[in-house]
């Protein structure tokens, strides 16, 4: 397939993606919400045009600071574009409910799934973020690298 260029393009073809993600006869239909969280132009007009009249499009992703959106189409359908940064005053909670072993909260530690020791592993780890899978076939879903060792620290 070849990537849409020009904005009637890209229009069209957000439109078309749009009904699949509806589905045949409606069975999915529009959505009430539509979290969009990848910034991509592309993506944010598939958002307002999968989501029902009246619903909302959280903009969670962060793309170039200028778009060129379907603005006629939120407005026609009363779609609310509501902007969400998604880190403002997060921290101190999200500290809060790790650090306090709270018996219910599952083990993230778990989510580190590769760990490189030392400055001189950076391009290694660099390289294995950028694959789905390590060599022994396991997901890659955060990659680590641990400075506090000698190597670091010269």
């Given at each position: 397939m070849v990537r849409p260029q020009t904005i009637e393009e890209k229009l069209a073809f957000a439109q078309e993606?749009?009904?699949?993600?509806?589905g045949e006869g409606?069975?999915?239909?529009?959505?009430?919400?539509?979290f969009e969280c990848t910034g991509?132009?592309?993506?944010?007009?598939?958002?307002?045009?999968?989501?029902k009249p009246g619903g909302k499009v959280m903009i969670i992703g962060m793309g170039t600071p200028i778009q060129t959106i379907p603005i006629s189409a939120a407005s026609?359908?009363?779609?609310?574009?509501?902007?969400?940064?998604?880190?403002?005053n997060t921290y101190p909670a999200a500290i809060e409910l790790l650090a306090g072993g709270d018996a219910r909260m599952p083990d993230v530690t778990k989510l580190v799934?590769?760990?490189?020791?030392?400055?001189?592993?950076?391009?290694?780890?660099?390289?294995?973020?950028g694959k789905a899978k390590?060599?022994?076939g396991n997901l890659v879903i955060k990659v680590m690298v641990?400075?506090?060792?000698?190597?670091a620290s010269s």
């Open positions: 993606l749009a009904g699949k993600i509806q409606g069975r999915v239909g529009e959505v009430d919400v539509t991509v132009e592309s993506c944010m007009h598939t958002a307002i045009y999968s989501t026609l359908k009363e779609v609310d574009l509501v902007g969400v940064f998604r880190y403002a799934t590769q760990r490189f020791a030392g400055l001189s592993n950076i391009p290694a780890a660099f390289d294995m973020a390590d060599e022994q641990d400075t506090s060792s000698e190597e």
